[in-house]
């Protein structure tokens, strides 16, 4: 029923940009919290940015705090992920994800709704 379209992966140089796109048509995020998590070897689904759909409130993994700006357009149901002064530790696969009853969360066992991942490779 919930259908997440993750979008905008690309190769790009370090130090570039790309904005990643999570379409969700059909759902309201209203109650929600969304979410853009990431595959890191070794590891779990580790947070990177969240948004709250109740109160647009937003939430960033240290790592890219300054870097990262997550946004929302609820009437497109559509949420991005706007990546700037990217880095090779950037390169990995990003997941965008729909959190039921949760108001922000960077846990991945708190996400109930799971989209494709886009695959992001920055370049030396």
């Known amino acids: 029923e919930v259908q997440l379209v993750a979008s905008g992966g690309d190769w790009v140089q370090a130090g570039g940009s790309l904005r990643l796109s999570c379409a969700a048509p059909?759902?309201?995020?209203?109650?929600?919290?969304i979410g853009w998590l990431s595959r890191v070897p070794g590891k779990a689904r580790e947070g990177v940015s969240c948004?709250?759909?109740?109160?647009?409130?937003?939430y960033y993994a240290d790592s890219v705090k300054g870097r990262f700006t997550i946004s929302s357009d609820n009437a497109k149901n559509t949420v991005y992920l706007q990546m700037n002064s990217l880095k090779p530790e950037n390169t990995t696969v990003y997941f965008c994800a729909v959190g039921v009853g949760r108001s922000w969360s960077l846990d991945y066992a708190e996400y109930d709704y799971w989209g494709q991942g886009t695959q992001v490779t920055v370049s030396s």
């Open positions: 059909g759902f309201t995020f209203d109650d929600y919290a």
């Open positions: 948004i709250s759909s109740s109160d647009g409130s937003t």
